[in-house]
Structures are given as structure tokens and as C-alpha cells.
């Protein structure tokens, strides 16, 4: 069904069979509900603080003895943030927040895996590229170019990935 003939199907129905068919719609699927609960109550910052513990809790975890160190599960959150609107000052910052733990996390380890180094640059030129996209650069230069020293410090073997993101920058 399009778009347009949605709209034409919605403008036959009566009030109370519009609001039967949301109801139901809140009632069957997650993703309604979840979009609801936060149209009508938005706590972006319970949302993003709780995203932060669990990413944290990817690196260093409180409760498993060994950290698993996924970068999906800031994506799924970032991604999730995406489609419910939440405020692209909140979404950046998460983005941020998730190279920086990533980098402290490797501090102590100094993994030999260059799949994280690629990861890491990947999610480094999606947050520049976000960033920008959002004005928002002001804002994030210095955990940027902090991220960045820290990577060559590390020396990371996707450092060119991550030079060539900040030449967007400049």
C-alpha cells in the first residue's frame, strides 16, 4: 500500500475507528508502543544515560568477568536514537562516547585485532559525518581531536581512515 492510498483508506474512517486502530497498533507492536511512550514522555536523558551504562558495560562489565567490546550494540542504540528523533546533541554525544570508552578500553589492553582499529575509525567517520551534518562541530572539536591524539598515541593501525575523516573537517 502507498503512502497515498494510506491516506485516502485513513480519510474514510470515522474518529472512533481511527483511534480503535491505533490502540491496536500500540497494543500488537513494540515499535508503536516504544514510539508513543516517547512522543508523549521523551526523558532523552534517561535514554542516553542508560545507553552510556550499557555501552560501558560492553568494555568493562560489572557483573561477566570478560568484556565482549561490540560496537553493534552503540550502533543499535544509535540507529534506535535516530528513529525516534531524539535531540542530534544527545545522539552525537553517544557517538563520542563510544570512541572514547572503545579508546580507554584499549589503553589497558592494546588489542592486536585489526577489525576494532576499523571498527572504531568506521564509527569515528560516522560521528564527523553526523556532527557536521547537525552544526554541531563547535561542540564536538575537542573530543574529536582528543580522540584522534589518542588513536595515534595507541597507534592504531586504521589511523589513515580516521585522517582522512578529519580532512572533511577542515
Request: hydrophobic share 40%.
Amino acid at each position: 500500500m502507498s503512502k497515498r492510498d494510506l491516506k485516502k483508506y485513513l480519510q474514510t474512517l470515522k474518529k472512533k475507528e481511527l483511534e480503535a486502530q491505533v490502540l491496536d497498533l500500540y497494543a500488537r507492536f513494540k515499535d508503536v508502543k516504544v514510539y508513543y511512550d516517547f512522543v508523549f514522555n521523551p526523558k532523552e536523558d534517561k535514554l542516553i544515560d542508560e545507553a552510556k551504562t550499557k555501552i560501558a558495560n560492553e568494555y568493562f562489565p560489572v557483573t561477566r568477568r570478560k568484556p565482549k567490546a561490540r560496537r553493534s550494540i552503540a550502533q543499535k542504540y544509535i540507529k534506535h536514537f535516530l528513529e525516534l528523533g531524539v535531540n542530534p546533541i544527545l545522539v552525537a554525544d553517544v557517538m563520542w562516547f563510544n570512541i572514547e570508552i572503545a579508546q580507554t578500553f584499549n589503553k589497558e589492553k592494546m588489542l592486536k585485532s585489526d577489525a576494532f582499529y576499523k571498527s572504531m575509525a568506521k564509527s569515528f567517520d560516522e560521528a564527523v559525518k553526523y556532527t557536521m551534518q547537525h552544526g554541531l562541530m563547535s561542540d564536538y572539536k575537542e573530543r574529536l581531536v582528543a580522540i584522534y591524539q589518542e588513536a595515534k598515541s595507541q597507534q592504531w593501525s586504521s589511523l589513515h581512515i580516521i585522517e582522512a575523516s578529519l580532512d572533511l573537517v577542515d
